[in-house]
């Protein structure tokens, strides 16, 4: 899911978000705002990894066979004992 992110943003681009990170969120709040994001990043992991489980179990669901269709002469015989 990350793969993109990670294949597609260089070294430079990573130092440079990390410093633009510190300048915004400080220093002493750097801990807590890296937990904070990872906290939401591991949420949506889960849930797309459960919404993946879901949506697998629903494929691998056994349907239950339809009934059999009686064939057409089946049929006539019912409605011929049906009118006498």
Avoid: Y
Avoid at 12 to 18: H, Y
Avoid at 40 to 55: D, F, H, P, S
């Amino acid at each position: 899911m990350f793969a993109f992110v990670f294949d597609s943003v260089g070294g430079g681009e990573w130092i440079v978000l990390a410093a633009v990170v510190l300048i915004v969120a400080g220093p002493q709040n750097l801990p807590k705002t890296a937990r904070k994001i990872g906290n939401i990043i591991g949420t949506i992991k889960r849930t797309c990894n459960a919404l993946m489980q879901e949506i697998l179990a629903m494929d691998e669901e056994e349907v239950p066979p339809p009934p059999p269709v009686a064939s057409a002469r089946e049929q006539e015989d019912t409605t011929l004992h049906d009118r006498t």
